[in-house]
Structures are given as structure tokens and as C-alpha cells.
């Protein structure tokens, strides 16, 4: 059983669409973190969410943290061909303990 | 923002032979630290918890035999994959947190056994 359901897995779309990636648990975290990765390398820490409700923008990229911390959402407005590459979600449940990924979001952004 | 150095980033080796990776922390003390495999096109997967001075905790599935964890000192701990396979062959990563709740990823190391 997957603890953090992230969806969609796959994701092609056209330079400037909008997208929105979900993460879903039934577990309450204490924060979670969402990552990109490009082929070869380790993830890179986009943003971590720690309140409830909480929203984060980085440019064009908007995190929320569901109220009850068991969600959160990325949206990436007006994508563009340097957006393409994977994106994790991760839960932290307390300090120093590992976190718990989503099986990422591999999304193509085509000029 | 704190940095985690993971070497080498990538080996292809012989089957039957072992192979180390190395992962440290390079400006701050990691008392844990956490290894990942990842297969391609898939997320990151949980093989072992390494506690500074004491045994790693392995997850379920992974052979501690196989895949021995040192964590010797407060910035380095290292995986080695002992007689490796080719089905070992896979993309591995470490990570640590810093002096925040943050983790922070290596580079990965992406090992081919052939």
C-alpha cells in the first residue's frame, strides 16, 4: 500500500498550459517536502510546507498544504520546456526520520 | 543551504565483485543518515536507515548482508553492495538532515554490474 498517492504519474502538455500535480495520504504529516529530479541526478528540494493550509509560491510554481496536513498540491502555471523532469512529494512524519515519497510525477513540457 | 557530497557518481563493475559508495556531509554533522534506490522511471525506494555509532536499520526486503552500512564518523556514512549482480544495478542515493528539518539529497551514484 502506497502511504502517499501521487497522481498523475505522467504528464505531457504544451508550453504554456497550466497543471496541477496531487499528493494524497490518509496520514496526518508533520511537514512535506516536494522535490525535482533530473535524470542522473538526486533530487533537488523545491519547497517544504509545515502549516496547514499553508501556500508557497515560487514563480510560477504554487505548493499548498491541505488543512489538515495530509495533502498538498503543486500548481505550475504557464509551463515551459525547462519545467520537464520529475517531481516528488515527500512526508516527513517527525524529525530525522525518512520521508516518505510519492512515486513522482514525470512531466514533459513541449515547445 | 547544507550540502551532501555522494561519490562516486557512477561505477560499472564486474559480477561478483563489491563496490563502496560514500556519502558526507560537508557543512554540517549527520547523526542519520538515509539510503534510497531508485529504478528507472520510478521514485525513490527506502533501503536503510544508518545511524551514526551504531548498526544500520534495515527496511523490509533489504538484505543487510548484501548491502553492508558504516556510519563511522558525523559526516560520512557508506554503502557497499557486496557481490553485486546485475539486478543491483540501479541508481542509489543518500541523504541526510541538515540543521533543519530539511533533507538534503546526494548526487546519486549509478551503479552497472555486468
Known amino acids: 500500500t502506497q502511504l502517499l498517492e501521487q497522481s498523475p504519474q505522467f504528464l505531457s502538455i504544451q508550453e504554456g498550459e497550466n497543471l496541477t500535480v496531487y499528493c494524497n495520504s490518509s496520514?496526518?504529516?508533520?511537514?512535506l517536502q516536494w522535490y525535482r529530479q533530473e535524470p542522473g541526478e538526486g533530487p533537488v528540494l523545491l519547497v517544504t510546507?509545515?502549516?496547514?493550509?499553508e501556500v508557497k509560491k515560487l514563480k510560477r510554481l504554487t505548493f499548498q498544504f491541505g488543512d489538515a496536513r495530509k495533502d498538498s498540491s503543486l500548481h505550475i502555471t504557464a509551463a515551459q520546456p525547462g519545467d520537464t523532469g520529475l517531481y516528488l512529494c515527500a512526508g516527513e512524519f517527525s524529525g530525522n526520520t525518512p520521508l516518505v515519497f510519492g512515486k513522482g510525477t514525470r512531466l514533459s513540457v513541449i515547445a | 543551504g547544507a550540502v551532501v557530497s555522494q561519490h562516486p557518481s557512477w561505477v560499472i563493475c564486474k559480477s561478483g565483485t563489491s563496490v563502496k559508495i560514500e556519502c558526507r556531509s560537508l557543512?554540517?554533522?549527520?547523526?542519520?543518515m538515509f539510503w534510497y534506490r531508485q529504478f528507472p522511471k520510478q521514485s525513490l525506494m527506502l533501503m536503510a536507515t544508518?545511524?551514526?555509532?551504531?548498526?544500520?536499520?534495515?527496511e523490509q526486503g533489504v538484505e543487510k548482508d548484501k548491502f553492508l552500512i558504516n556510519h563511522a564518523s558525523l559526516t560520512l556514512s557508506t554503502l557497499t553492495v557486496t557481490s553485486a549482480h546485475p539486478e543491483d544495478s540501479s541508481f542509489y542515493i543518500c541523504s541526510a538532515f541538515g540543521t533543519t528539518t530539511e533533507a538534503f539529497f546526494g548526487q546519486g551514484t549509478r551503479l552497472t554490474v555486468v
Open positions: 557543512d554540517f554533522q549527520a547523526t542519520t
Open positions: 496520514s496526518v504529516f508533520s511537514s
Open positions: 544508518s545511524n551514526e555509532g551504531s548498526k544500520a536499520t534495515y
Open positions: 510546507v509545515v502549516t496547514g493550509g
